[in-house]
Nanobody
Framework: QVQLVEFGGGLAQPGGSLRLSCAAS????????MGWSRQAPGKEREWLGT???????NYGDSVQGRFFISRSNDKNTLYLEMNSLRPEDTAIYYC??????????WGQGTQVTVSS
């Protein structure tokens, strides 16, 4: 079992930046990659990106070049640096962890609101 807890959501202005964190605990050794997704009201959950244990990142088209994923050196904490925020980035943001074949944990979600 992997437990994930997100931190850092809140209100940001359009064009601003915000950083989310996700702390992992439990059977961390089973994790191959971690990532972020989000869900806006009335929309399906959207995959944002992932980072592997080796540091390889992949991003969805909607956030490519604006959002950046990283992990702490001990790999226990995941980060999402969000820049050039837009009102359409308003959503609940979730972190997740996966082994080589399946997702093994989800965070509880943190609200991000982009508004002036």
């Amino acid at each position: 079992q992997v437990q994930l807890v997100e931190f850092g959501g809140g209100l940001a202005q359009p064009g601003g930046s915000l950083r989310l964190s996700c702390a992992a605990s439990g059977t961390i050794g089973s994790i191959y990659c971690m990532g972020w997704s989000r869900q806006a009201p009335g929309k399906e959950r959207e995959w944002l990106g992932t980072i592997t244990n080796g540091g390889k990142t992949n991003y969805g088209d909607s956030v490519q070049g604006r959002f950046f994923i990283s992990r702490s050196n001990d790999k226990n904490t995941l980060y999402l640096e969000m820049n050039s925020l837009r009102p359409e980035d308003t959503a609940i943001y979730y972190c997740f962890a996966a082994d080589y074949s399946t997702i093994i944990g989800w965070g509880q979600g943190t609200q991000v609101t982009v508004s002036s």
